[in-house]
């Protein structure tokens, strides 16, 4: 980046819901109460994930990753905009900038082919169940799990780096809450339109092999179940597997909306409030989705809870 944007370049303004400050105190109230919700849930996942032996399992494993992933993700965005809707001064450092554009991009690419991983998860669970241990083997799991990280945030290193070395001319004004690629393309004071593609076509990629993994997945699960001749026998294979469509349909349905459309079609307030969907929304209700009718889950929370009481 140019010295204007770099040595001499002090930090950004986010912009956020300034326009609109009658919004601010109502949005505040709400989203701390989400977030402590989402704080909540995530990390009683996580805890009875490795509390219960019951569910020390591949499902559950990549569970718990996801739940950890979402806990960071509205860890690195939340908080800073719950301190700007209650302060006028919304600005944000260069370094500050960097960090959490690198790291919100990291954890949703991470988790956007997770989704992908869990779909063959129970793919395998439902249709290869003689060979389950062997494909979902727990060092299998940790490798794979440590192999998403990794794609994930060299995806996120490369778009960051690409994006702060645009020059800004001295623009510093975001029109968003946080910073996000699409708002920062717009204080660029060049050409972006190989920038523009460059980022659809990475998009693309990410989305495009867990979609096709999840296609397959769930393909193959369908089949499956079209042969279980129980009634009870189907509504069990679709118990387990609705809650991870059901979060796949909210996180790809905003992220393509975010960085799939073309840029003159792209609203920022309509993106604003897409954003928020998926920095809070997605995050506090996955733990919802995936235990509302989950009994492995709640016969575990049960347990945590007897046993607490039991101890006094």
Known sequence: MEQKNGSSFTGFI???????????????????IFYLFTLLGNTTIIALAQLD????????????NLSFLDLCYTTSTVPQLLVHLRRADKSISFGGCVAQLFISLGLGCTECLLLGVMAFDRYAAICKPLQYTVIMHPHLCALMASALWFFGFGNSLLQTVLIFLLPLCGRNKIDHF???????LKLACVDTTMNESELFFASVIILLIPVALIIFSYGQIVRAVLRIKSSAGQRKVFGTCGSHITVVSLFYGTAIYAYLQPSNNYSQDQGKFVSLFYTIVTPMVSPVIYTLRNKDVTGAMKKVLCRGQDSR
């Open 14 to 32: 986010l912009l956020g819901f300034s326009d609109r400050p009658q919004l601010e105190l109502v949005l505040f109230v709400v989203l701390l």
């Open 53 to 64: 032996p019951h569910l020390q399992t591949p499902m559950y494993f990549f569970l718990s």
């Open 178 to 184: 946080l910073c996000e690629i699409p708002a920062l």
